[in-house]
């Protein structure tokens, strides 16, 4: 089966750089993958994918050697099921608050004995090669959400389940759960160590930790904390972070006008 770079990169120590897709459409996808990202996640939460354009994605990520991560809407077996059958070698599921949230998310990623995932990886052997049914188990990764107060109370419950590899936060949301700001990477102090209590129980259960960023120097610093999984904006939000640098640099010098005997194309 086909190498989950994630997991080589987490276990000599190192921390993945992944980027994240929130446009249908697999041009730009697959611009994004050959930029040198570790992994790419397809958001199908509040992203405006839906299934049959994150298969297109799928395949663009996969004329590199970028892992192709998908954020399924919610904690629901067809949603993670599909997700996987399609080619994807990560899974990151919102709203994991409970222990029987993770047990669920893992049953549902995993085929029998260690879980209840049907069987049906229509393109992942394509993706992964024809031992996929037999190495699928150990090689797919299962993120589970951190990302609201219940869950919060719940963790140590939560990172225990056998199976669960990593979790990721989501920092707008445990902010909103907390009463703060809803910002990625400047957050409020009960924020702020919220965030390192997640990092820090994790490493205590031998889980890889993974956070969204919204800079280069946010993720950075995480990275630096003990993160291993650190995403910075969105392809959204870098093209239009783009555009403006382009109009801001041609607005602060305007272009002079065309002399009346050149030539205009």
Same mark, same amino acid.
């Given at each position: 089966?086909?190498?989950n770079?994630? =997991? ?50 799928l ?44 047990? =669920? ?32 188990n ?26 669960l ?56 610093? =995480?990275?630096?904390k ?22 801001a640099?041609? =607005? ?14």
């Amino acid at each position: 089966m086909r190498e989950n770079r994630l =997991r080589t990169l987490w276990k000599s120590g190192g921390a993945a750089v992944n980027g994240w897709l929130a446009i249908p459409n697999g041009f730009s996808a697959e611009t994004m993958a050959h930029q040198g990202w570790d992994s790419l996640t397809i958001d199908l939460q509040h992203g405006v994918v839906d299934y049959q354009a994150m298969v297109t994605m799928l395949q663009a990520i996969s004329t590199t050697g970028t892992v192709p991560v998908v954020r399924v809407p919610w904690l629901e077996p067809g949603a993670l099921m599909k997700a996987l059958d399609a080619g994807a070698y990560a899974v990151i599921c919102p709203m994991v608050n409970t222990r029987e949230d993770a047990q =669920r998310l893992v049953a549902y990623t995993h085929y029998a004995p260690r879980g209840t995932r049907s069987f049906g990886p229509v393109r992942a052997l394509l993706y992964g090669g024809a031992d996929y049914p037999q190495q699928a188990n150990d090689t797919i990764v299962t993120f589970a959400m951190i990302e609201t107060a219940q869950a919060l109370e719940n963790l140590d419950d939560i990172l225990s389940v056998e199976g669960l590899d990593a979790v990721y936060i989501g920092p707008s949301d445990l902010s909103l759960a907390l009463g703060c700001r809803p910002v990625f990477d400047d957050v409020d102090a009960p924020v702020a160590q919220a965030i390192d209590h997640i990092l820090a129980r994790a490493k205590a259960h031998g889980l890889v930790a993974g956070i969204h960023n919204g800079t280069p120097e946010g993720a950075l610093a =995480r990275i630096a904390k003990g993160f291993q999984f650190v995403t910075v904006s969105s392809d959204a939000r870098l093209m239009a972070a783009g555009a403006q640098q382009v109009l801001a640099t041609m =607005r602060a010098t305007p272009p002079t006008a065309t002399p009346s005997n050149s030539a205009t194309y």
